[in-house]
């Protein structure tokens, strides 16, 4: 699995989320490579302007739900006719319509926990987890773009990573370090 | 700056010219201060409801329902009645949430999270009244099917109370996911901005470790969409299955086909009138005037004049099927309704819900706050009312007149139902002391098209607008004049 690694960041903070937009369109044609971007509310076609493959959570949560639906829908027909059979008025044991209410709860129940689940897992989202924030206001009404640099990176390259932030109307540029964790197989897939 | 076209028709969601800033300290404000005077003593006063009510809860378990006033012939009484109003209430975070986030409803985000919190609560407090009501409340995992000593002894799958089951707990479990899932990145805002050391660590925990990453969002993003394409089916299932508690039996006056749409749309309609109840409260308290505004409350106004109207329809046809099927056990029953020993409950029912909502077809109404309010109240009363009609008029006068007898609720029951409301409250006061009332980040995301200063006001800039957006679009001349073919 992944472990732990130290990465400095060389950042730029913009105060409108159309500008950031602009920023990462401009940095991406001057060839730049993007660490990631921050953002306080979600920003609509920043993972595209960046270059983020979609999510194929949602199909995650169609294999969770038809996994509720099966598992509904064989259960009940297993109790009414193989374990336990009852002469309910001569009707039939296997009554399809009776079980449509239970199939449908199900399958929405497995659906929503699952992809809930596998949501929060490869966020890296749970109780205790506390990420190297690099600016707190990244949550409230600023917007950042980073660069990751590291000793390989040369004095002209770091330069002109700070051309563009500035040149794009980054408000702050600045640099840190912070700990972060190498997406593993499952969090690329996903 | 550029910003989306927005027509100068539709009112602005957010007042007061708000940057991104001033929202996140509007709303994350009030979770970081001390709590005041006025909310330590509201919360006293509901928790010592609350306490009585479990005490009077522990006394019924103690004692069993003999302490009701519920009879061989009244077998359902307020317990039911209070389950089925809870239920109900439930409806509308979900709805708010999930629908309206289907149909791009912005007005939504002023209200949706409050909104599902009392669906959380509401749906706690209804929860109760069926396993209080087993009797036997420790034996109330029988209601699962679960592998078991007493041979292969399954639930009844047939049976709709066991759908009940699934359904009510299917959707506590997915309502609370939905919540939890939008809350998190605004509790992460409230992490990045408290100075306290518990408080910090506090907020961080709940967060989860949130930051906000273009990856995270839009895995977000996908998960909310999904979560309410599921969820919206979800909320009209929970309700039509609880109409099936009753539709399916043959009780004259519950054996109806309607009762599914019935009981739906009048669980949207109770649940409107108690979020309007709670925020107008709410909104004053926190000075949220500016992100909850008489544009969310006239929309909300609306969808109450839709769901009391098609409510209002029902109890009609209702009465006309009663006559029109020939069949003497139902134009019984409802004569009985009409005019029988409960009139008082079914005449309460029809004013409060089927008179009292048509009032907001006057704009002037549906855009007045202390009329809302009141009316919100009268909306609560009756829906409260419908379920006492249909479960205990039905009831109260079956096939063997010698049985026949008229149910009072005794002390024991009414406080439950009163402790429900107090822990409810509880609840929600706990609630907008500790976590942002208004999604944040969801109300920053509509900022640029709902701000006030964003939506072009005079003739003069909307020409602009539109000819700023149909030259940059390449279809100026047809945008402009429009062309028609000839003949």
């Not at chain 2, 930051?211 to 009209?236: C, D, M, N, Y």
């Not at chain 2, 009609?389 to 079956?398: G, K």
């Not at chain 2, 390449?474 to 402009?480: A, N, P």
């Amino acid at each position: 699995m992944s472990s732990k690694h130290s990465k400095r960041i060389l950042y730029g903070l913009y105060e409108d989320e159309e500008i950031l937009l602009k920023a990462v369109k401009n940095a991406r044609a001057e060839g730049l490579s993007i660490w990631n971007c921050l953002t306080p509310f979600p920003v609509h076609g920043l993972d595209h302007a960046m270059g983020i493959k979609d999510t194929r959570l949602h199909t995650a949560g169609f294999v969770f739900g038809a996994t509720g639906t099966l598992t509904a829908l064989t259960f009940m027909s297993w109790v009414n006719t193989v374990s336990y059979p009852i002469n309910f008025g001569g009707k039939p044991n296997l009554s399809l319509p009776a079980f449509i209410p239970i199939t449908f709860e199900l399958t929405v129940l497995f659906a929503s926990v699952g992809m809930v689940l596998l949501y929060l897992f490869i966020n890296r989202l749970a109780p205790g987890m506390e990420p190297d924030i690099l600016d707190p206001r990244t949550t409230s009404h600023l917007f950042l773009m980073g660069f990751e640099i590291d000793d390989s990176t040369s004095k002209a390259q770091i330069d002109d990573v700070r051309r563009v932030l500035q040149e794009t109307g980054a408000v702050e540029i600045a640099e840190k370090n912070i700990e972060e964790e190498e997406d593993g197989a499952i969090r690329q897939i996903f | 700056m550029g910003h989306a076209f927005v027509s100068p028709i539709r009112e602005p969601l957010i007042t007061g010219r708000k940057t991104y800033k001033q929202i996140t300290d509007d709303i994350c404000g009030p979770v970081e201060g001390p709590p005041t005077k006025s909310w330590l003593a509201a919360i006293s006063f509901t928790a010592v409801v609350a306490l009585i009510g479990f005490a009077t809860i522990g006394y019924s378990i103690m004692y069993g329902i003999g302490t009701y006033g519920l009879d061989r012939t009244v077998g359902w009484g307020w317990d039911i009645t209070n389950f089925v109003w809870w239920v109900g209430i439930g409806h509308a975070g979900t709805l708010i949430s999930a629908i309206l986030l289907l149909f791009r409803q912005k007005w939504r985000t002023g209200v949706n999270r409050s909104a599902e919190a009392m669906t959380i609560f509401a749906v706690m407090c209804a929860g109760m009244f069926p396993l209080i009501h087993m009797g036997r409340i420790w034996l109330m995992f029988f209601v699962f099917p679960y592998p078991n000593s007493r041979g292969p002894l399954w639930v009844n799958f047939n049976s709709p109370l066991l759908w009940d089951v699934f359904a009510i707990s299917t959707y506590f479990t997915v309502s609370l996911l939905f919540w939890y899932a939008g809350l998190i990145p605004d509790l992460a805002t409230v992490r990045d901005r408290v100075t306290g050391k518990w408080q910090k660590k506090l907020y961080s925990i709940f967060s989860f470790g949130w930051r906000g990453s273009a990856k995270e969002w839009q895995r977000f993003e996908s998960l909310s969409l999904i979560l309410a394409g599921l969820a919206a089916p979800l909320v009209l299932s929970v309700h039509t299955i609880v109409s099936f508690d009753f539709a399916t039996s043959v009780i004259p006056g519950w054996h109806t086909t309607i009762f599914p749409p019935y009981f739906v749309a009048g669980a949207i309609f109770s649940g409107f009138a108690m979020v309007l109840t709670l925020m107008l409260v709410a909104r004053k308290l926190l000075k949220l005037e500016d992100y909850i505004t008489i544009a969310h409350i006239e929309s909300m106004n609306k969808v109450i004049v839709l769901t009391g109207s098609i409510v209002g329809v029902a109890y009609i046809t209702e009465l006309f099927m009663s006559w029109y099927s020939g069949s003497p056990y139902e134009g019984y029953a409802f004569r009985n309704r009409v005019s029988g020993p409960y009139w008082w409950a079914y005449w309460a029912m029809m004013t409060c819900n089927v008179i009292s909502p048509q009032f907001f077809w006057v704009q002037s109404l549906r855009r007045n706050v202390i009329f809302t309010f009141i009316l919100s109240i009268f909306i609560n009363i009756g829906m409260w009312f419908e379920r006492f009609v249909i479960i205990v008029i039905s009831l109260h006068r079956d096939m063997l007149p010698s049985a026949w007898s008229y149910y009072v609720p005794t002390w024991v029951e009414v406080t439950i139902f009163i402790g429900t409301l107090g822990f409810f409250m509880t609840c929600f006061l706990l609630f907008v002391k500790v976590a942002p009332v208004v999604a944040v980040a969801e109300v920053k995301s509509i900022l640029k098209t709902s701000g006030d200063q964003y939506i072009t006001q005079s003739p003069e800039q909307v020409e602009a607008e539109i000819n700023k957006l149909a030259q940059s679009s390449g279809h100026y001349e047809s945008l402009i004049k429009p062309q028609y073919d000839d003949e």
